[in-house]
C-alpha cells in the first residue's frame, strides 16, 4: 500500500481515468466503479460514479472523488452525495500545488 498521501492520489486519479477509459467503451448505465481517491493510505473503497460526473472531475486537477464520510476536515466538499463526494483540498495541499507547477496542468482553482 502506497504510504504517501499524495503519490497515492495521483495513481489513483491515473487509475480512474483508466477505468472510466475503458468502462465509456461499454454500456453501464450507472457508470464505474472507482477507487476512493481520499489521502487515506490505507483505504480500499470503490465509489460508483455517474458517467457525466466522471468526464467532467477526471478532467479536473484538484478535485478529488472520495466515498461519503472519507473527506478530510480542511477539504471543501464540493458535492456530498449518499455514494460519493467530490473534494478540493486546501490550497496549501501538495498534491494541488504540485500540479500548479505542472505547465502541462491546469491550475488548481
Ligand atoms: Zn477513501
Redesign the pocket.
Known amino acids: 500500500m502506497l504510504s504517501d498521501p499524495v503519490r497515492k492520489r495521483t495513481l489513483l486519479r491515473d487509475v480512474n481515468r483508466r477505468i472510466h477509459g475503458v468502462n465509456s467503451s461499454l454500456v453501464e448505465p450507472s457508470g464505474p466503479q472507482l477507487h476512493?481517491?481520499?489521502?487515506?493510505t490505507d483505504?480500499?473503497?470503490r465509489v460508483r460514479v455517474p458517467r457525466e460526473i466522471c468526464d467532467h472531475v477526471l478532467a479536473e486537477v484538484g478535485t478529488f472523488i472520495?466515498?461519503p464520510g472519507?473527506e478530510l476536515g480542511d477539504e471543501q466538499v464540493l458535492v456530498g452525495g449518499a455514494t460519493f463526494c467530490l473534494v478540493v483540498p486546501p490550497p496549501a495541499d501538495p498534491v494541488c500545488a504540485d500540479r500548479r507547477a505542472s505547465a502541462s496542468l491546469r491550475a488548481c482553482a
Do not use: L, N, W, Y
Open positions: 476512493c481517491e481520499c489521502a487515506r483505504c480500499t473503497e472520495v466515498a472519507h
